[in-house]
């Protein structure tokens, strides 16, 4: 028998983390439109997710247990540590939260939150005028804040995959995409050929090469 109670069990932490992040993500995002709020609790209920797992019962273990234990023996699975599965399944020597995945994770959230709040700062500069978000982020993708969303949640899934965060992740970007979809339609009828340009001009949601690197396209 392993005794968990040290490293999960912990419901407090878990209800602590997801309202610190959800507060942080809010305080970025800033949802006001019934779609905003569909979107950020979307991305509300992957942290819940998360965090149930990373503090409160480790299913994600318990279900894979068998198959971890066979073909990694020397790991203890219920460890807290463990709970970081890419860093044990490559063993990597060193404490996970210094690892090269937990390493990438924090660059992930930390860009997508910076994407996130960057974005919001120009549509909220766009809407109070009346017009159409090309600056800051926007220059470089017409739906930044869904990009931050999405690195936001990659962040944390490779920091501590989990089975239900895994099946959520998809329909998450699926769901992010079809709003995006419903929201050009809505540009496309309120600015119309200005948009059609935008749209032309700038990808939707992986910025071209050339926006990255601040020089110009070269004209076709």
């Given at each position: 028998?392993?005794?968990?109670t040290s490293?999960?069990?912990l419901?407090?932490?878990?209800?602590?983390?997801?309202?610190?992040?959800?507060?942080?993500?809010?305080?970025f995002?800033k949802?006001?439109?019934?779609?905003?709020w569909?979107?950020f609790?979307?991305?509300?209920?992957?942290?819940?997710?998360?965090?149930?797992?990373?503090?409160?019962?480790?299913?994600?273990?318990?279900?894979?247990?068998?198959?971890?234990?066979?073909?990694?023996p020397?790991?203890?699975?219920?460890?807290?540590?463990?709970?970081?599965?890419?860093?044990?399944?490559?063993?990597?020597?060193?404490?996970?939260?210094?690892?090269?995945?937990?390493?990438l994770s924090?660059?992930?959230?930390?860009?997508?939150f910076w994407?996130?709040?960057?974005a919001?700062?120009?549509?909220?500069?766009?809407?109070?005028?009346?017009?159409?978000?090309?600056?800051?982020?926007?220059?470089s993708?017409r739906h930044?804040?869904?990009?931050?969303f999405?690195?936001?949640?990659?962040?944390?899934?490779?920091?501590?995959p989990?089975?239900l965060t895994l099946?959520?992740?998809?329909?998450?970007v699926?769901?992010?995409?079809?709003?995006?979809?419903?929201?050009?339609r809505?540009?496309?009828a309120?600015?119309?050929?200005?948009?059609?340009?935008?749209?032309?001009?700038?990808?939707?949601?992986?910025?071209?090469?050339?926006?990255?690197?601040g020089?110009p396209a070269?004209?076709?």
């Open positions: 028998m392993h005794d968990v490293a999960y069990g419901w407090g932490y878990a209800l602590v983390n997801a309202a610190v992040f959800i507060i942080f993500a809010f305080s995002a949802p006001k439109t019934a779609r905003d569909r979107s609790g979307a991305f509300s209920a992957f942290l819940v997710a998360l965090f149930a797992e990373m503090y409160g019962f480790p299913l994600t273990i318990y279900m894979l247990s068998g198959w971890l234990q066979s073909r990694f020397g790991v203890d699975w219920f460890s807290h540590d463990a709970g970081h599965l890419l860093e044990m399944m490559f063993g990597w020597k060193t404490n996970p939260h210094f690892g090269p995945f937990h390493v924090y660059a992930l959230i930390g860009a997508g994407l996130t709040a960057a919001w700062r120009s549509l909220y500069d766009a809407q109070r005028t009346g017009q159409l978000a090309t600056a800051g982020a926007y220059a993708m930044p804040q869904y990009v931050g999405v690195l936001v949640l990659l962040g944390f899934l490779i920091q501590w989990t089975l099946a959520m992740f998809p329909m998450l699926v769901m992010y995409v079809r709003l995006s979809r419903s929201e050009e809505e540009a496309l309120q600015f119309g050929d200005a948009y059609r340009e935008y749209m032309h001009r700038v990808p939707a949601f992986v910025p071209r090469w050339a926006a990255l690197t020089h070269a004209p076709v």
